[in-house]
């Protein structure tokens, strides 16, 4: 992947896009508003008395008419951000039944395929590729891959940043052996639904690659490091939610109602849209916690905002527009592809040479072998360099 490496500029945008799912059949007769007027602005044509009191037209980086496929979605909207050898994260929003799942699954499996295209062409480097899965429901976090359905404490660790303690992470035989573990991230997915009514419109989906890479040859310690990048797909809980439970403030008091997760992330993009000043509530839900380095960190971002295009959701398409506009201004901080630095090696080295050293004295200094002396000094060299 080393001709993709590169340095972004600092205060990149988040590159969002709009996607209008086909008119369904049994709405064909339904009236569409929303026109595509071009590559990048998407027009609401229709004269509802009410329409002077809205924007009649909206532009971002990239709209996709109805007629569009994922595979364009894909390679004009999430891509270069998937590729981009950083932590990378690709967001679906919009209302329940507006294709975020639809768009994922394609946008997970081509960013998948392209991915190992790229590693299968770095004969010089050794890949381990690992995966994980998590779903976020009622603010409680549960590992995809796991047939327990306890949920896992979410923890700050000072290296690695926010963590999911105990959630199960699978090295990579292949790109099959993915698509086994989606087909099993999938079926659980289906068990808590049929389990809590509406879960899959009410929960959050991250699934999150990581990309480790090192030399094969060793070739000294300035080769040694090893390059780290990660891409999380992320599939958020339908955005409806979001919209009522903050017009009415009555649904507050419901607790089980409030996606607590969705509304931080909300207000978490439409406070990082106004420039990084004071406080933004990262930790105020679980998604927003896993996901700070995601929305205004150090990564790279795209939101694709799914939109019905029938009439009677005229009211969350609208809703879906504001926050995409909001999004659209967030600046996101990528700039760094190397996730295990050296100075993290040094430290991985240290901790080995301090395990020689323990091994050493309780073998007792008279019968320190050679061959041990002989690697601690390569270490202490190593560490030196
Ligand atoms: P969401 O995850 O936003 O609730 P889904 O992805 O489940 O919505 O989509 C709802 C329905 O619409 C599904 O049956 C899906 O197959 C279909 N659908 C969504 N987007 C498209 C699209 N772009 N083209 C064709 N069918 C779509
Ligand atoms: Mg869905």
Same mark, same amino acid.
């Given at each position: ?42 027009? /609401? ?85 690992? /995966? ?254």
């Amino acid at each position: 992947m080393s001709e993709e490496l590169q340095l972004h500029e600092q205060g990149e945008k988040i590159f969002v896009s709009i996607r209008l799912r086909p008119l369904q059949d049994k709405a064909r007769n339904r009236i569409c508003d929303w026109e595509c007027v071009n590559n990048d602005t998407i027009v /609401f044509k229709n004269s509802l008395p009410e329409r002077s009191m809205f924007p009649a037209a909206y532009t971002f980086d990239r709209v996709f008419d109805s007629e569009s496929n994922t595979i364009q979605v894909y390679e004009e909207g999430a891509k270069h951000i998937a590729l981009s050898v950083l932590e990378a994260s690709i967001f679906a929003y919009g209302q329940t039944s507006s294709g975020k799942t639809y768009t994922m699954r394609g946008i997970t499996e081509y960013a998948v395929s392209d991915i190992y295209d790229c590693i299968e062409r770095q004969e010089e480097r050794d890949f381990v590729v690992k /995966f994980c899965a998590m779903e976020i429901y009622n603010e409680a976090v549960r590992d995809l891959l796991s047939p327990d359905s306890y949920p896992l404490r979410v923890l700050d660790d000072p290296e690695r940043g926010t963590v999911v303690e105990k959630l199960t992470e699978v090295a990579l035989r292949d790109r099959d052996h993915l698509h086994e573990l989606l087909t099993i991230c999938e079926a659980q997915r289906q068990i808590g639904e049929t389990a809590l009514n509406e879960t899959s419109s009410r929960s959050h989906q991250i699934l999150r690659l990581t990309i480790e890479s090192s030399a094969r040859e060793y070739a000294g310690a300035g080769n040694s490091s090893i390059l780290a990048a990660s891409v999380n797909f992320v599939d958020l809980a339908g955005s409806e939610r979001a919209s009522q439970t903050s017009a009415a403030g009555t649904r507050l008091k419901e607790g089980c109602h409030i996606n607590r997760s969705l509304l931080t992330l909300g207000t978490v993009i439409r406070k990082l849209s106004k420039g990084r000043t004071g406080h933004v509530p990262y930790r105020d839900s679980k998604l927003t916690r896993i996901l700070q380095n995601a929305l205004g960190g150090n990564a790279r971002t795209a939101i694709i905002c799914t939109m019905s295009p029938e009439r009677i959701h005229v009211e969350q398409s609208r809703n879906t527009l504001l926050f995409a506009k909001c999004a659209r201004e967030v600046r996101t901080n990528a700039q760094v592809n190397l996730i295990m630095s050296d100075k993290a090696l040094v430290k991985q080295l240290q901790r080995e040479l301090a395990r020689l050293e323990k091994e050493m004295r309780s073998l007792g200094s008279a019968s320190v072998k050679g061959d041990t002396a002989g690697v601690l000094r390569e270490k202490e060299k190593l560490i030196g360099q």
